[in-house]
């Protein structure tokens, strides 16, 4: 309680759950497969090619777009732009643009190499690898490797003992009290939904987080020993038969 206001008050609609008691669903993988109509399930070759050539496109032009932002800054943006401050502003803006924007693209490249990886690009499957590789190098993500552990996090999704990644943490690991002895406050995440904390943790993500996943399994299975990695084709994390692939 902070000036009268309850930090720890949930919705009516979470309180409203909280009532209900679980019951595990009953249905079946098959049964969601049958229930998805059969032509969404056909793959579609050529917009698969052509979104692939859209997004190789769109990363041409926007490298061409960042080659020519310094030369316009030479030039004052022709002539538009004051020298000094006012030009620095404006090409700071374009190249934060560029990135902006690249990043996009990039996500939707790397989007591909995952469905590639899926194998719901193509009909064949060497071409679904050929690709997923090449886009995936692009990015320097280990195509072969992160596919081999997606397809068994996709195997145990939420899954604490068995999946491969995104494992939420113990209370042992967040140092929390005994169940005991705790209080509604320890559970309240008081600054998780705040706009701050949660631009903070995207940003972190963004920028890290990925690579700290492939390099040293953070937030992956609690199964594997410190330091196990997606770039060491002896790693844990892949069966004898897939080394070869790596």
Known sequence: MIFGINLNLDS???????????VPPTVTLKEIHDAVPKHLLKRNSPKAAAYVLRDVAFTLILFKFASMIDLWAEGNFGGYVAPG???????????????????????????????????????????????????????????YAWRSTHHAHHKATSSIERDENYVPYTRHEYNLPDEKKATAFDYGEVFEETPIFTLLRILV??????????????????????????????????KKEQREQL
């Open 85 to 143: 401050l006012p030009k620095t502003l404006v090409r700071s803006a374009l190249w934060i643009a560029y990135h902006g924007f690249q990043g996009l693209v990039w996500a939707g490249i790397f989007c591909l190499g995952h469905d590639a990886g899926h194998g719901t690009l193509f009909e064949s499957k060497r071409l679904n690898n050929i690709v997923g590789f090449v886009l995936h190098t692009y990015l320097l993500t280990p195509y």
């Open 12 to 22: 009516p609609e979470y309180e409203a759950r909280r009532k209900r008691p679980f």
């Open 205 to 238: 993500m963004q920028a890290f987080g990925w690579w700290v996943y492939l390099t040293k399994n953070t937030m992956g299975s609690k199964m594997y020993p410190p330091g196990t990695n997606h770039f060491n084709p002896d790693s844990p994390l892949f």
